[in-house]
């Protein structure tokens, strides 16, 4: 008896608290993007993501979306992420060397990339499967634009982005930079 009215005191106390957690996540959702890559193949383009609602995409109420870039519509310190994994699509095949490249743009800034992805492939490499991952924190203003940028040494037709869902650019809010004393 003793134990059973500790756990209805238990769940009665801690039912609020399990509450908010819910309601953080769903306002942590609104301050957060996942893009998917679109396409496949291993060309020099600006990469496409994949419409709201197709895969496991997640553009939050916080960015505008377009089909080649992230608009952030609140400033402040976000961490941004993205990964590139390539995979042989024939195993014969696959022997040709080359590098293949992402670049994360803010407001297409070439001279300083947010983030760059480098995959060197070799006839070894569809062994292994290649795979490059990068993040940082970084404080982005309202009205900055992201873009990713995918580049090849060579023409790669025995190489592909693997499925799509291993190929993506996210971020997410962490704080307001203004009360952190930090500046930007």
């Known amino acids: 008896m003793a134990v059973g009215s500790l756990c209805a005191l238990y769940f009665v106390w801690e039912k609020p608290s399990l509450g908010y957690q819910i ?16 396409n496949v193949l291993l060309q020099n383009t600006t990469m496409e993501w994949n419409p709201k609602g197709v895969g496991d995409m997640l553009v939050g109420t916080g960015f505008k979306e377009a089909p080649e870039e992230l608009k952030v519509t609140r400033s402040g310190l ?5 990964q590139m994994k390539l995979r042989c699509v024939d195993i014969d ?48 203003s309202s009205g900055d634009r992201l ?38």
């Open 23 to 38: 309601t953080g996540i769903k306002d942590s959702q609104k301050s957060s993007a996942h893009l998917v890559a679109k």
């Open 78 to 82: 976000y961490y941004i992420y993205s």
């Open 93 to 140: 095949e696959c022997k040709k060397t080359g590098s293949v490249s992402v670049t994360v743009l803010i407001n297409g800034n070439k001279d300083e990339p947010l983030l760059e992805l480098n995959i060197q492939i070799s006839e070894s490499s569809k062994n292994v499967i290649p795979t490059s991952f990068s993040g940082r924190l970084k404080y982005l």
């Open 147 to 184: 873009s990713s940028h995918l580049w090849t040494d060579q023409e790669h037709e025995d190489w592909h982005l693997d499925a799509k869902e291993n190929n993506f650019l996210g971020l997410f809010w962490v704080s307001d930079i203004s009360g952190m004393g930090l500046s930007h």
